[in-house]
């Protein structure tokens, strides 16, 4: 069945706050979920795997005072990497804004780098002090191969990997090895690669037109999880809030 | 506050009503129309833009059961009203949004529907939440027929007469609709993607439309059973009848939680609507068409209110209150007080009058009877009523600005101390009981755990609160706190909007004992152009949609403007 991208959003976001997502993560979580399906790339499977796969969502999402301070090395073992992707991006932004130079950014037991991407664009669309960031996001996993997801400034994003890491890069739960790089201006580190373009950013729009145009088609299994987290956050109906709750006093069908 | 020139797009700074005096509650639940109100500027663009409405397809037996379709033309394209009408018993018939059944449903799709596109919605859309629809389709709506309206009006006109004008203005509508759909809900198009098709482009303007169509639905409706149960003697509705009867709205909770999760473009909103009434202030004289305009629609709001009928009884003895106060203003206003209009700065002084002396009731409605002489002033403004803002994290901000920000822009709630239960007497939830937004006494009812974020005035305060312990440096960047403190991003986001978006916050506490959803339903429901606020309790109230307003076919330049604060019978209370 087709979804509008409020739909995916909406259902997404409850999902996200039925599980115990931190208020505004999920939101942001949700956010990103669209904006992957919207360009056919791969979103609510990472998503539902993270609000299901934790005894505590919020610990997962949380990390303790003293855990990275100036430290440029995140462990993203047992975090729920696609909520909290935002939060990474964030602190990119902030040391860079900051210190006035690009800034870079280790992270270890990163699972579905894909949600990076969203708030990288927002930033890089938007950016801060009219800056314009832009963001060099490499990965690598076991293989020894790498991928590199690039956000431009003004929010252009392209997809370079080789056939070995393609299929991993989009898959949930890989194991990956972050080496992040923002910028108020592309760097060197943006230009110089040999691997081949495997999406580029007008392909992403093109996609996201149509999404938008005709809905998007969720994979049922992935959705159906997420339908069931959503329903979390409805509170059971009583008689008295059926009567009360809504304020159904006085005749309704006069 | 004065406003910025940029922000307003003035030549010169305005000045603005401050947000600590308009994003009140009690002010807000006192809005009137304007016209900036989303109806009021629809109608303009129709008729600029001669908008054509063809019945395309009109398949109802002689109880008024089948299928209609209404195409309209725009010079973007076109657009079809898909209307379904079915049998319904007395005890299906509700407003709530649980309701499985109504009267009528629609469907306003982009393009003209062919056969597959009617059976498919045939299917879907008279089960409305529970059925689902496709990115073609733009607004889903339902609504029921007025048990004291529809019937009767009905009998007249088959027997040959006109339904009493006092009957019609006591209800004001034949149909109420129950729920108007847009932006993606159950397969609609996204509102981007509605936009982006060139048909609509303000807030919500599509789902107006849907509205004004399915009145001359509802007015072809009674006409055409009427004609089936007495061919030989039913009569058509007479026009000034048409006119009188607009479209009924039951509107509940949902609204409340719309005003505060859409911060950014509720201050679009405002903005438009304050600095519309600062052009006005500013203007150092009214010339006498001017002044002779309002006066008259003043005398006009009078008769206006006197119509305005409603069985809550805080409503009608502030309705009441406003009658005299009207009477009052325009024999001061034409007797000693003459001179107040044909002076400097007459609509200041006026404001400055009504402002020491009246009920915000009249403050407000005097604020929208003063922009109505001033088309050319103020029109310009329904075009910035959306909402740019996308609302991004900065996360560089310093704690130490963030809690400046709170102060700054969240003082109102400061001062409240959210220990005492009365503070946080009630909270907002959904209900398994289709979603419906609900309120509950939090030491009474359970679900407090999934109450919803309405509670923006308690959360600014612990922030602010957690920011003052002094755990952590005040030159530590947001993006820093945040990972550890990740609870906390959706308030952060919010203060660091505020200082941006001034009007987007209501200043009160929602959850407090005392708290009256009605005044923010009414707020927003003003902003549509709904008249007749009619309560049925502090919850949920019925409206009036269009009533006066010209019919498509007689719909034009130089009428589009002219049915604000419409008056249908004489002087004289309404015959019980």
């Known amino acids: 069945m087709k979804r509008s991208l409020n739909e995916v959003e909406r259902i997404c976001r409850k999902a996200a706050e039925g599980a115990g997502a931190p208020a505004g993560l999920d939101t942001d979580a949700a956010d990103g979920a669209a904006w992957l399906l919207a360009r056919d790339l791969p979103a609510l499977n990472g998503l539902a795997g993270d609000l299901t796969g934790f005894p505590d969502l919020a610990a997962a999402c949380r990390f303790a005072r003293g855990s990275f301070g100036g430290a440029e090395e995140l462990d993203l073992n047992g975090k729920a990497c696609t909520v909290i992707a935002p939060m990474l991006v964030d602190l990119l932004v902030a040391r860079a804004a900051r210190n006035a130079e690009p800034s870079r950014l280790r992270a270890t037991g990163l699972s579905s780098p894909l949600f990076l991407l969203p708030p990288a664009v927002g930033h890089a669309a938007q950016g801060h002090n009219d800056r314009g960031w832009s963001f060099n996001l490499s990965l690598s996993n076991g293989t020894g191969e790498r991928s590199i997801l690039r956000v431009a400034a003004g929010g252009e994003v392209e997809i370079l990997a080789t056939g070995g890491t393609i299929a991993a890069l989009f898959e949930a739960g890989t194991d990956w090895v972050l080496e992040a790089v923002c910028a108020s201006l592309e760097t060197d580190e943006l230009s110089r690669t040999d691997l081949p373009s495997i999406v580029d950013g007008e392909r992403l729009d093109a996609l996201a037109m149509r999404s938008l145009a005709e809905g998007v088609s969720p994979d049922p299994g992935p959705w159906g999880r997420l339908q069931a987290l959503a329903a979390k956050v409805l509170v059971p109906a009583t008689e008295q809030s059926h009567l009360m709750g809504a304020g159904a006093l006085g005749s309704d069908s006069e | ?576």
């Open chain 2, 1 to 576: 506050m004065t406003a910025a020139t940029a922000s307003t797009g003035e030549d010169a700074p305005l000045e603005l009503r401050p947000p600590d005096t308009v994003m009140r509650l009690a002010r807000m639940g006192s809005f009137h129309q304007t016209r900036i109100s989303f109806m009021r500027s629809l109608l303009r663009r129709i008729a600029a833009e001669n908008w054509r409405l063809t019945r395309a397809r009109f398949d109802l037996d002689g109880d008024g059961y089948g299928t209609a379709v209404y195409r309209v033309d725009l010079p973007a394209g076109c657009c079809s009203l898909v209307a379904f009408s079915d049998e319904l018993s007395p005890d299906e018939r509700t407003d709530r949004v649980i309701a499985e059944k109504w009267d009528a449903t629609f469907a306003l799709v982009d393009g003209e529907p062919g056969d597959e596109d009617i059976a498919r919605l045939r299917a879907n859309v008279p089960k409305q939440e529970a059925g689902h629809v496709s990115a073609h389709e733009l607004v889903l709506s339902r609504a029921n027929k007025s048990v004291r309206l529809f019937g009767h009006v009905v009998d007249c006109l088959a027997n040959g007469w006109q339904p009493s004008m006092d009957d019609i203005v006591r209800v004001g509508y034949l149909m109420r609709t129950t729920a108007v759909y847009g932006n993606g809900k159950f397969g609609l198009s996204d509102l981007e993607n509605t936009f982006a098709g060139g048909l609509f482009n303000r807030p919500f303007e599509a789902e107006l439309f849907t509205v004004y169509v399915i009145r001359e639905f509802t007015l072809d409706l009674v006409e055409h059973i009427a004609a089936a149960r007495k061919p030989d003697r039913a009569v058509r509705l007479a026009p000034d009848r048409r006119r009188a009867l607009g479209i009924g709205n039951s509107t509940g909770l949902g609204m409340a939680p719309f005003l505060t999760f859409h911060p950014a473009l509720i201050h679009r909103w405002m903005l438009a609507r304050e600095t519309a009434i600062a052009r006005v202030l500013a203007l150092a004289e009214a010339a006498p068409e001017k002044r002779g305009a309002f006066l008259a629609l003043l005398a006009r709001a009078i008769d206006h209110v006197r119509e305005w009928s409603t069985q809550d009884a805080r409503q009608a003895a502030r309705t009441a209150r406003l009658q005299d106060e009207l009477r009052g203003l325009i024999a001061e206003l034409t007797g000693g007080s003459a001179d107040l209009l044909s002076g400097a700065s007459p609509w200041r002084r006026l404001l400055d009058k009504v402002e020491a002396e009246g009920s915000l009731e009249l403050q407000e409605l005097t604020l929208s009877l003063m922009m109505e002489p001033y088309g050319e002033l103020v029109d310009d403004l329904a075009d910035q009523m959306t909402d740019p803002e996308q609302g991004r994290l900065d996360p560089a901000m310093s704690l130490a600005g963030l809690k400046a920000a709170i102060e700054r822009n969240y003082g109102w709630a400061l001062d409240i101390d959210f220990n005492a239960p009365e503070a946080q007497h009630f909270f907002w939830y959904r209900s398994a009981e289709k979603e419906e937004p609900r309120l509950g006494e939090r030491s009474a009812e359970p679900g407090a755990e999934l109450e919803t974020r309405i509670g923006v005035a308690r959360d600014a305060a612990a922030l602010h609160d957690l920011l003052s312990t002094g755990a952590w440096e005040p030159d530590e960047s947001v993006a820093a706190f945040l990972l550890c403190e990740p609870q906390w991003r959706h308030m952060v986001k919010r203060v660091q909007l505020a200082g941006r978006t001034p009007y987007g916050e209501i200043r009160d506490n929602l959850l407090a004992d005392g708290c009256l959803p009605i005044d923010i339903l009414r707020c927003k429901l003003s902003f549509f152009g709904a008249i007749k606020f009619d309560p049925k309790s502090d919850r949920w109230t019925r409206i009036t949609m269009y009533q006066g307003a010209p019919g498509f076919a007689e719909l034009d330049r130089e009428n589009a403007d002219g049915w604000a604060f419409p008056v249908f019978t004489e002087a004289g209370d309404l015959h019980p």
